[in-house]
C-alpha cells in the first residue's frame, strides 16, 4: 500500500518554464513533508520541506505547496534549469509522534529540455 | 567532512550466496537508516537506528534480511541467501535532527543477483 504517490513517472519541461511535480498522500498522520533531488548513480539530496502549519514554502526558484484538505503537495521550480533534470522524490513523516521514519513516494524523473 | 560511505558499490552474486553491504554514517549523526529502491516500489525504508538502537524494522522483507549496528560508526545489512528479487540499489542514510527530516544518503550499493 503506497502511502505517498507520485503518479507521474516522467515529466518534460522547455528550459525557463515552470515545472511542477505533484505527489499524493493518504496517512493522516503525516505532518512533515520533504522533496528529494536524486541525479543518476548518486544518493538522494534533501531539496525543499514544509511542515503541516503551513500551505507554501519558498527557497529561491523551488517552492512547495501543501493542500492538506486535499492530502497534495507539488514543487513548483521556476524557471527550469538543464541542472534541474533529476528524480524527484516526495517524503512525508508523522513528525508530531516523534517518529522520524520517511515515507517515500516512487519518483518523478524531471528532464528539462534545452 | 565526508558523507555517508557505503561499500560495495556494485555487487553481482549468484541466488544463494550471502551480500554484505556495510555503512559508515556521518561522523556525530544519531540515526542511521537502510533504504531499497526499486523501480516499482520507489525507496522503501527497511530499517532504522537510533543510537545504535533498532527501532523500526517493519520494512525488512522477510527473514533472510537483518542489520546490525554495533557501534556509531559502522552498520551492515546482510542478505543471507540471496534470490535475484533482491536485486536493487541500497542506501544508507544518517541524520542527527529528528526534528527537521532531513537525511544524508550514501550513493548506494548496488546489488545483482543471478
Known amino acids: 500500500d503506497q502511502q505517498v504517490k507520485q503518479n507521474s513517472p516522467s515529466l518534460s519541461v522547455q528550459e525557463g518554464r515552470i515545472s511542477i511535480l505533484n505527489c499524493d498522500y493518504t496517512?493522516?498522520?503525516?505532518?512533515?513533508f520533504l522533496w528529494y533531488k536524486k541525479y543518476p548513480a548518486e544518493g538522494p539530496t534533501f531539496l525543499i520541506s514544509?511542515?503541516?502549519?503551513?500551505d507554501k514554502n519558498e527557497d529561491g526558484r523551488f517552492t512547495v505547496f501543501l493542500n492538506k484538505s486535499a492530502k497534495h503537495l507539488s514543487l513548483h521550480i521556476v524557471p527550469s534549469q538543464p541542472g534541474d533534470s533529476a528524480v524527484y522524490f516526495c517524503a512525508a513523516t508523522p513528525r508530531m509522534v516523534g517518529n522520524e521514519k520517511l515515507t517515500f513516494g516512487t519518483g518523478t524523473r524531471l528532464t528539462i529540455i534545452p | 567532512d565526508a558523507g555517508v560511505i557505503q561499500s560495495p558499490r556494485h555487487e553481482v552474486t549468484e541466488m544463494g550466496q550471502e551480500v554484505t553491504l556495510r555503512c559508515k554514517p556521518i561522523?556525530?549523526?544519531?540515526?542511521l537508516f537502510w533504504y531499497r529502491q526499486t523501480m516499482m516500489r520507489g525507496l522503501e525504508l527497511l530499517i532504522y537506528f537510533n543510537n545504535n538502537v533498532p527501532i523500526d524494522d517493519s520494512g525488512m522483507p522477510e527473514d533472510r534480511f537483518s542489520a546490525k549496528m554495533p557501534n556509531a560508526s559502522f552498520s551492515t545489512l546482510k542478505i543471507q541467501p540471496s534470490e535475484p528479487r533482491d536485486s536493487a540499489v541500497y542506501f544508507c542514510a544518517s541524520s542527527w535532527d529528528r526534528n527537521t527530516g532531513e537525511l544524508f544518503f550514501g550513493e548506494g550499493s548496488r546489488l545483482t543477483v543471478l
Open positions: 561522523s556525530g549523526h544519531n540515526s
Open positions: 496517512n493522516s498522520m503525516f505532518d512533515y
Open positions: 514544509i511542515s503541516s502549519i503551513k
